[in-house]
């Protein structure tokens, strides 16, 4: 029987297998931030072990840092040891770092891809859920904790149990206006937040083809979201011309090699697959969450529903605490919904195309009165390309506040957060209660929806601006 | 780690699905870098509400979760286990736990247990009616116990024998050392490093 995608990577990677054991997987390439990993260089160093691999190592500062007066010491002092922590750590372990102000700085999963070192076929891992990023190209990647940070780090390995595959197959094509972003939140809408579980999820199909290498990270980045232990797209000629050329891919024959294996990384015509879900491409419109999990989301169009109209009692009690929470009323429509802050960025939506298409929305328009607009590119490369692109020019001329690259207000660990009550239209992937700071509202949309809805000061699409007078500052 | 073999305990029901870990302990806790002292943080934002059933006395003490569906979504962060565990939780019990979560939970010796929504809200009913009374978790027979309640229970071999041994991971994928080398040995020349270019 044929094989798929996800099932031909981890063959490739397996050390031992043995009855009754999980399979010891080879890991080709580690990423490691502030957050997830002080405790394990902890744990290496009370054992007395080395990091294994250190040409397979790479790490990045991006939870704590700051986005503004980068030139300055880190005001808050819990921050500051975190990330002078881990410098220590690389220095007395020889992990290859790239620190606030490095040219190279990022969000992790933005920096892996755009070095090169993000390849087809290969396994990636990182203290981090949203690692299943790099499955955009055909990479087995996903997040891990801490005890395995520490684990990969000893042995560049792990002990993994087998998962199940699922196609999310898009057939048709999306239509004018209507991103990756939307795509993603309408899958996990209809799979739910533990739809994904203990799969590896394969998208595949016409929609999906067609889609740019910064697109299918987004697609894939929220993989985690619907619970799915990875997201994969198999590599084809997008992602051999976004790789050809950056600093860490293939050079000359290495190239031809890597390419003729990386043609070989696609599923079986004969494979099965343990779960099929198709999605109709066509069908599909901008889509916005109301709740407090990404899977309780819904076209912009339509109302927020009532919660009497889910059938299973938990997710109606969900759906109960979710209104509460945002302070929404069922049939409300989601256009009517007003926010105070606009959040531009993050793995998800961080990288220059997002950041293009948020600023072809603004470009000649102004943020509506009373509404904080954040642009955060995903990494310094990224920010130099937007500001060579002159789109720097277009967000700050409408009012947006262009900062430096970082995870920022995605989960509120530096100063970027909203104040209790406050409510967001975020490019970010999580609505989590408090997930953008205590007590504060998140709804979670695409940068071109960002965008608009930063012009009128409601929930919106680029449609809409044609269609109403903008309220201008 | 340490060793699991069976535990019993009063009960903290908790009537809520999809409990990400962003509940379990908030990011700004994130940036201490020890495995220790989080149990303040332990679902900070609820705890701020009085009647949240971790504020009530009559829990004081009690040592295993009882929640509902996608326990552990979201975040990898294993402070999430940790918290759970610095606040005094051995086990805990959901129909379905997220899969990082999970991982990290075994990892460190707190284990999640998968039922059925029907036996986990007769646990609920149990330990809400009767706050005192206590739930066996016993990885020994592979079953939980409460009175009236007996429910068998999944894990995979490997797992269970790890967490009744208390093993070292990193230990016992050692002792694959010359396989791991091997591995190494043949991975073709294409494939990426780290080393600067």
């Known amino acids: 029987m044929g094989r798929t995608l996800a099932e031909k990577v981890w063959d490739d990677h397996v050390v031992t297998r043995a009855e009754g054991e999980p399979d010891l997987l080879f890991i080709d390439l580690h990423l490691l931030h502030e957050v997830t990993s002080p405790q394990a260089f902890d744990g ?98 996903f997040g891990i904790g801490t005890s395995q940070v520490e684990h990969v780090l000893a042995t560049q390995t792990l002990p993994l149990a087998p998962f199940r595959t699922m196609a999310v197959t898009v057939e048709g094509e999306l239509p004018a206006g209507v991103t990756a972003k939307d795509l993603i939140l309408a899958v996990i809408a209809r799979i739910g937040t533990g739809g994904g ?13 067609k889609l740019s290498m910064e697109a299918r990270m987004t697609v894939c980045n929220m993989s985690i979201e619907a619970g799915a232990r990875a997201g994969m797209i198999a590599p084809d000629e997008t992602t051999f011309a976004y790789l050809k050329d950056r600093p860490h891919a293939p050079k ?106 948020a600023a072809a929305v603004l470009r000649g328009r102004s943020v509506a009165e009373g509404v904080r607009m954040l642009v955060v590119p995903g990494s310094v490369r990224v920010a130099l390309q937007a500001v060579e692109e002159g789109l720097d020019k277009v967000f700050t001329a409408a009012g947006a506040e262009w900062r430096h690259a970082g995870c920022s ?37 695409s940068p071109q929806v960002a965008a608009a809805t930063a012009v009128l000061g409601h929930l919106a699409s680029p449609a809409d601006l044609t269609a109403e007078p903008a309220l201008v500052a | 780690m340490e060793a699991f073999t069976a535990h019993t305990g009063r009960a903290v029901p908790l009537r809520r699905s999809n409990v990400d870990t962003d509940q379990i302990i908030p990011a700004h806790w994130l940036k201490k870098v020890t495995r220790d002292g989080f149990e303040d943080g332990l679902f900070e934002a609820w705890r701020k509400d009085p009647e949240f059933v971790l504020n009530r006395p009559e829990r004081a003490g009690a040592s295993v ?18 918290a759970l565990q610095n606040y005094g939780f051995r086990a805990v019990v959901s129909s379905r736990f997220a899969d ?96 600067l270019v």
């Open chain 1, 44 to 141: 290496l160093r009370k054992a007395g072990r080395t990091v294994r691999r250190r040409d397979l190592t790479i790490a990045t500062e991006d939870h704590n840092t700051p986005t503004l007066d980068i030139d300055k010491p880190i005001a808050d002092p819990v921050s500051r040891t975190q990330l002078e922590t881990l410098r220590r750590n690389c220095a007395e372990f020889g992990v290859r770092l790239h620190p606030l102000g490095d040219v190279e700085q990022g969000v992790v999963h933005v920096v892996g891809p755009q070095l090169g070192l993000t390849q087809p076929g290969t396994t990636v891992v990182c203290g981090d859920s949203h690692t299943s990023t790099h499955g955009a190209f055909g990479a087995l990647a």
């Open chain 1, 197 to 209: 579980q203990g799969h590896v999820i394969e998208y595949r199909g016409p929609a999906i083809e």
């Open chain 1, 252 to 357: 000359g024959a290495d190239w031809d090699a890597a390419v003729a294996y990386w043609r070989t990384l696609r599923t079986d015509d004969d494979a099965v697959f343990d779960r099929e879900v198709v999605i109709d491409a066509s069908e599909l419109s901008p889509f916005v969450t109301w709740g407090t999990n990404p899977g309780q989301g819904a076209p912009l169009a339509a109302a927020v529903p009532d919660p009497a109209s889910f059938a299973d009692p938990s997710e109606r009690f969900a759906a109960e605490k979710a209104l509460e929470y945002m302070d929404l009323t069922p049939g409300q429509r989601l256009r009517d919904v007003r926010v105070d802050t606009v959040f531009v960025g993050s793995c998800t939506n961080g990288r220059i195309e997002d950041l293009r298409a």
């Open chain 1, 409 to 445: 207000m995605c989960l509120g660990m530096n100063p970027d957060q909203l104040a209790p009550g406050e409510r967001s239209a975020s490019t970010s992937n999580r609505n989590f209660e408090g997930r953008q700071g205590k007590g504060g509202r998140t709804h979670l949309v």
């Open chain 2, 65 to 82: 979760l009882v929640a509902g569906p996608d326990f552990g979504t979201g975040s990898s962060r294993e402070h999430a286990v940790w």
């Open chain 2, 100 to 195: 990082i979560f999970r991982g990290n939970s075994l990892k460190n010796g707190l284990l999640t247990v998968v039922l059925p929504q029907g036996t986990v809200e007769r646990l609920w009913e149990l330990t809400e009616a009767d706050p005192a009374a206590e739930v066996t978790v016993d990885l020994v027979a592979r079953e939980v116990r409460a009175e009236g309640i007996t429910a068998g229970f999944d894990l995979d071999e490997n797992a269970r024998w790890r967490l009744l041994e208390g093993l070292d991971d990193i230990g016992l994928t050692l002792r694959h050392e010359a396989d791991i080398a091997a591995f190494e040995a043949r991975r073709p020349g294409f494939k990426p490093s780290t080393a």
